[in-house]
């Protein structure tokens, strides 16, 4: 008898050990609920809309590029695919979405919160700043998700020409590596395809060791065949695919000597910099 409970004790506890390796890749983040949606607290920082997007692409609008391009793609018989780098909370998405219920949208997070850990997070978000009703949201596809840190060059798991627009909002400030992440953003691209980049801060580009502003910088870099302008916002950037994958004509730049003359000792040692090549 003493046996028989031992061998119970031990069966369920195997059975125990076995659920919980069964289950343990929802360990890691909470269950999700959407009926909490209301308690959850946003970085406010990191919910941006559509709106303060647009203002910062002006004399762009989002909204009418992706309807252009959809429209073009409908005559083709071909989807349309945008993808925003850095989501935050996903809002930008969601609200494209309720715009564009034909569109696949996509994003990559740097990594999992507290309030968005995965796909579904996207509802939680919608509901929150009421872009869907509930009835609504359980029946859209929602955008495509994934977790990767973009700060180190790394690339990006998606096919070349893959996407129709690709975008950011204060997202390249905080990437160490930006052209790096620019050439891997154009390698993705359809050819024709655009890119649109606010924020785009902590950036120094070289030319024969000089610093040039960032307007400069991009003239230089349209010589090269990079199609690329500042937009009205002096740190938001557009460019655009061409015809073929082409590589941003600019390597890495490494501490200027210190006798240089004429320029800051901030900007003899930057963390990342860029030199145009000739």
Avoid: W
């Avoid at 715009?99 to 949208?105: A, G, I, S």
Wanted: proline share 4%; aromatic share 10%; with cysteine.
């Amino acid at each position: 008898m003493h046996l028989r409970s031992i061998l119970l004790i031990f069966s369920i506890t195997m059975i125990a050990f076995c659920l919980s390796l069964f289950f343990q890749s929802e360990q890691t983040v909470q269950s999700l609920n959407v009926d909490h949606f209301q308690n959850l607290q946003y970085n406010e920082e990191r919910s941006h809309s559509l709106e303060d997007l647009n203002k910062k692409i002006h004399p762009y609008n989002l909204e009418s590029v992706i309807r252009e391009i959809y429209e073009k793609n409908r005559l083709a018989g071909e989807k349309t695919r945008v993808m925003e780098i850095g989501p935050g909370n996903g809002r930008v998405l969601m609200e494209l979405k309720k715009l564009f219920p034909d569109v696949e949208f996509y994003g990559i997070n740097k990594e999992k919160t507290r309030t968005f850990y995965r796909r579904e997070s996207f509802m939680m978000t919608a509901l929150k700043f009421e872009i869907f009703t509930k009835a609504q949201v359980e029946a859209i596809d929602l955008p495509y998700l994934i977790f990767q840190d973009l700060d180190f060059a790394e690339k990006i798991p998606y096919v070349e020409n893959k996407f129709d627009v690709i975008f950011s909002q204060a997202t390249i400030g905080h990437i160490k590596h930006k052209f790096e992440l620019f050439d891997e953003i154009n390698r993705i691209l359809k050819p024709e395809g655009v890119s649109f980049h606010t924020d785009v801060l902590g950036l120094n580009i070289y030319a024969k060791s000089v610093v040039l502003t960032l307007r400069n910088a991009l003239a230089e870099i349209r010589k090269k065949g990079i199609e690329i302008h500042a937009l009205d916002a002096e740190d938001s950037l557009r460019f655009k695919k061409g015809t073929i994958n082409r590589l941003f004509p600019l390597t890495p730049h490494q501490a200027l000597p210190e006798n240089m003359e004429n320029i800051s000792q901030e900007l003899r040692r930057p963390q990342m910099g860029y030199n145009i090549n000739y």
